[in-house]
């Protein structure tokens, strides 16, 4: 059987359904089972369907167009009868937009696990009562280690997640992963908040723990009158910058 309404073969409506992973498509097999269709359809309507629900699904990550099938299931804003394309392509929106707002959330905001403070200017579609599960980046977390990488390095690049950065301890810093940060972002971050801590001791420590040769190069800095008013971040960045250009000269020399 081939023909339909617009003309496209039967074969091909379903085949944006085999680009997706086997858990996603179970689960739009489960939608379609479920629930009831608002009028009489045929088989090839059923394909049709299927194909588009595919289509809402296809742009995004396939941890979220598995949990969005999976939220659909039992909260159907149609029930009892079919959820439409739309339906699926905002499930999808907003759960990789609670993603995003948690990740955040736990990493750079402080607000801990299990706590969702969602903006009051969020869109309605955004709204999706997902369970928190085990920590992100921990055995068994929904939100895969890529998306969770992915979010951080989008907002470590901008202004905003550095700022973000200063308000965090040497702890919460060493939370997110190493591959997140721009080049000598960790550095120069960690640097200003060993630094900025008030207590002697600690900056002793935070000294004593730093590369010797690094230690000299920004002792370097420190000595000169045009750097007196310069920020931790930037005696860092001049004193890795020398120590740099020192090795480089040793070797062109051996």
């Not at 149609?78 to 609670?98: I, L």
């Not at 997110?176 to 080049?183: E, S």
Request: proline letters at 7%; glycine letters at 6%; aromatic letters at 8%.
């Amino acid at each position: 059987m081939t023909g339909t309404a617009v003309g496209r073969p039967i074969a091909n409506e379903v085949s944006a359904l085999t680009r997706l992973p086997g858990s996603v498509r179970t689960g739009i097999y489960d939608i379609i089972v479920a629930f009831a269709n608002a009028d009489k359809g045929t088989d090839d309507d059923r394909k049709r369907l299927l194909r588009i629900y595919s289509e809402a699904l296809l742009d995004f990550h396939p941890a979220v167009a598995e949990a969005a099938v999976a939220y659909l299931k039992f909260h159907n804003p149609r029930n009892p009868y079919r959820p439409s394309p739309q339906d699926v392509f905002e499930t999808a929106e907003a759960v990789a937009s609670t993603w995003h707002r948690r990740v955040l959330g736990y990493f750079l905001k402080k607000e801990g696990w299990g706590v969702d403070r969602i903006p009051a200017s969020t869109p309605s579609r955004f709204l999706v009562k997902l369970p928190f599960g085990p920590l992100p980046l921990t055995s068994g977390c929904e939100i895969q280690h890529e998306i969770v990488v992915g979010h951080l390095k989008e907002v470590l690049a901008t202004e905003d997640g550095q700022a973000f950065l200063y308000k965090l301890t040497l702890e919460e810093l060493d939370r997110i992963p190493k591959g997140c940060y721009q080049p000598d972002q960790y550095e120069e971050t960690k640097a200003l908040i060993g630094w900025s801590d008030t207590d002697p001791d600690k900056q002793k420590a935070f000294l004593g723990a730093m590369d010797p040769e690094l230690r000299r190069h920004r002792a370097m800095y420190i000595r000169m009158s045009h750097t007196r008013k310069w920020t931790e971040p930037q005696l860092m960045r001049a004193a890795r910058q020398s120590l740099a250009e020192e090795k480089a000269q040793k070797t062109l020399k051996e």
